[in-house]
């Protein structure tokens, strides 16, 4: 009898395990220290085991607020007001630490580059099966695995710094992975990912899910999402809506109202007579392939000869490259045999994977790199012997992380920078500051602190800065990255 008795209590214990909701959140709010606005207003979530929740909304939305409440982040490291009660797999979290949480719940940074402090790979992913205190093969076989998750199975000897930005979202997201937390969050892990790195993510995400993990993702864009358990939408610090991926994905104006950028094939068949337009590309075929529909031909010949007139108008020849080649420290080849010329008044756009070099190349136009082969030209002039100083009169380059490039106290201090630099007369720096300012949809934001400002307003913020010191040649570099939808149209 005694033993039936326990044998009962087990499984009902195992019972309500079972019926534990991964994430529960009640009525959760929390101002920033010194903050006048609520970053979270009263939420109520829940997320069930096991369950891949997509959490989207746009910037300033209070999506990443609201995953490090999920951590005690806040309000153990960002301080402010803060109430309601989150509960991680059945328990209160109220009384918790950081450190008590390793096990139960890992967070995936948006801003990779501040969770990356290793001198390579491997150390990078060792670092948190090593303060578990775990055997040394169990890390080497958790080092492995995340790796090969991530796709960087060979890559155990690179310096993080050497990785490009894509590169090392994946390894941000492989050290958590190492961990091991049966909760997984990532606060927009795609970010800095070409297409393909971003598929390759979320099958990562479904792997982990398959795996048994509960995985939440925090987005605002709803490429690849359809596949997921749920939709939640968050604007103004609340959860103004949540539903079945197909249902939020096909509703365009609801998407657009909140920030959101919905699917290219949705904003598409919007404008038309379809009854049910399809989400995804074997959707689409179909629905071609029924109304016969087909690419004019008359209208593909007519951009054609338009695009050919454009080209006969462009000017001189200002950057000219021939067979550059450049090798970084490792004998890693990042860019090999490039040979290009770009025309006054040209508007050209490099594209490629991550990793394929569009960085590198750049970054010889206005001499922050040298060729180790080859040759590059600015307004004629080799660039071996030339100074950044002197090529960034004629080159401009803002950087794809716009924290790379800003460091003054003032919004006017840090666009007024550049043109001061190249000694152009006080009076006209006030002049190209404002105008700058204009261009970039900034006006009035000229004493705010450039740090307090959201990632799409600093990105600007340093467009601005070099709009200023009026080059011939405007770099940008992947200057959409992490904005959100109304952030990237602006």
């Known amino acids: 009898m005694g033993a039936f008795l326990v044998a009962a209590g087990s499984a009902c214990v195992e019972q309500r395990r079972n019926n534990m909701k991964a994430i529960e959140v009640d009525t959760l709010s929390f101002t920033y220290k010194d903050g006048t606005t609520k970053a979270l207003d009263g939420i109520k979530f829940a997320q069930e085991r096991g369950e891949m929740v997509v959490l989207m909304g746009h910037t300033g939305a209070g999506k990443s607020t609201f995953s490090r409440c999920l951590n005690r982040l806040i309000p153990h490291f960002h301080r402010g007001n803060y109430s309601g009660e989150v509960r991680i797999l059945g328990n209160s979290i109220g009384d918790k630490r950081v450190h008590d949480l390793v096990g139960e719940i890992g967070l995936v940074f948006q801003d990779f580059e501040s969770q990356l402090f290793s001198t390579n790979v491997e150390l990078e992913v060792a670092f948190g099966p090593e303060n578990l205190c775990l055997p040394r093969e169990e890390i080497r076989e958790r080092i492995a695995e995340a790796l090969q998750l991530v796709r960087l199975k060979g890559f155990e000897t690179r310096e993080p710094a050497s990785l490009s930005g894509g590169e090392k979202q994946r390894l941000a997201i492989a050290s958590i992975l190492a961990i091991k937390p049966k909760i997984v969050v990532m606060d927009e892990p795609t970010t800095d990912l070409d297409p393909q790195g971003k598929l390759e993510i979320f099958s990562v995400a479904r792997l982990l899910k398959s795996q048994g993990y509960t995985v939440l993702f925090i987005e605002h864009e709803a490429e690849a999402v359809l596949e997921t358990d749920k939709i939640v939408i968050m604007d103004g610090g609340r959860v103004v809506t949540e539903g079945e991926p197909y249902q939020i994905l096909k509703d365009v104006e609801l998407l657009e109202n909140h920030g959101i950028r919905p699917l290219q094939i949705a904003k598409l068949f919007q404008e038309t007579d379809e009854p049910s337009f399809p989400l995804t590309v074997e959707e689409t075929l179909k629905v071609f392939q029924k109304r016969e529909w087909k690419i004019s031909d008359e209208k593909y010949t007519s951009l054609l000869k338009k695009e050919e007139q454009q080209h006969k108008g462009y000017g001189n020849k200002i950057i000219e490259v021939d067979a550059l080649e450049y090798v970084y420290p490792g004998n890693i080849k990042a860019v090999d045999d490039i040979s290009m010329e770009i025309r006054q008044g040209e508007f050209l756009a490099i594209i490629g994977q991550n990793g394929s070099g569009k960085t590198t190349l750049v970054k010889h136009f206005n001499g922050l790199l040298k060729p180790c082969k080859g040759e590059v030209r600015v307004s004629g002039q080799d660039t071996k012997g030339k100074y950044v100083s ?101």
């Not at 794809?400 to 630099?421: L, M």
């Open 390 to 490: 002197q090529l960034g009169k004629t080159v401009g380059y803002v950087f794809q992380n716009p924290d790379h490039q800003i460091f003054a106290d003032t919004v006017e201090e840090e666009v007024a920078f550049g043109p001061r630099n190249l000694g152009i007369p006080g009076e006209k720096i006030s002049l190209f500051v404002e105008e700058a300012l204009k261009d970039v949809e900034l006006e009035g934001y000229e004493k705010r602190d450039p740090f307090s400002l959201t990632k799409g307003e600093r990105q600007r913020v340093a467009i601005a800065s070099i709009l200023a010191a009026r080059p011939q040649v405007l770099i940008l570099d992947e200057p959409t990255t992490g904005l959100d939808y109304r952030e990237q149209k602006s």
